[in-house]
């Protein structure tokens, strides 16, 4: 077994709470097994691992992020995303493939948020040439790959492509899924703290096709 790897493992099995780990669960819908380790707690462990078991390698971070994304309980998940925001710094045209994969297992918003507004969102600002691929993702069947391509641009701010952000959400607006509803709400809401004016227009102009949740998010600011 890689020793990251066990060293994790065994600090999570020594603080593990079943009473919390219940809770989670359900909170989660029961999608997904918990450890009932508590942020702080799980944080802290994984300073130490970070520390005690450095990474040289970009080949050995995919390794371990598909190691982590393979176990059963959803802490080991969350140490995935870290890990990768850790390591930021190694991120290639490559990484957008470990991205993907990230995005499409086990996935739920509590993942695929962090992915895609922070991990995908610094390597697309490195390597702008990759921001073609959304233009697939948002007509992508997999709900978790769209509701990625509409929120990768959240922490752009003055660099959000606006073609690329209002054209994906003219794209989505006519679906019922919550997590695209919201997702196009939360898009807007952003970028309106940048540009007031053009996210009001945008809602004035799409109110009969925007749902209700996205406008009311998305309108928040304006």
Known sequence: MNVFIKNLQEEFEQHKDFIIAKKQSAYMQNLFSFLGLQKPIRAEIEKNIFKKNPIFHEEDLYFIIKKLFEMDFREYQYTACNLAYKYRNFFSKDTFFILEYMIKNKSWWDTVDVIAAKLLGILLEKFPMLQENMDGWINDKN????????????????????????????????????????????????????????????????????????????SKYC
């Not at 940048?194 to 949740?213: A, C, G, M, P, Y």
């Open 143 to 218: 709900l978790w790959i769209r509701r990625s391509a509409l929120i990768f641009q959240l922490k752009y701010k003055n660099k959000t492509n606006e073609k690329k952000l209002f054209n994906y959400c003219e794209k989505t607006m006519y679906e019922e899924d919550f997590f695209i509803r919201k997702a196009i709400g939360w898009v807007l809401r952003e970028y309106s703290k940048t540009n007031k004016k053009i996210v009001k227009d945008f809602i004035e102009k799409n109110k009969n096709h925007l749902s209700k949740l996205s406008i009311r998010e998305g």
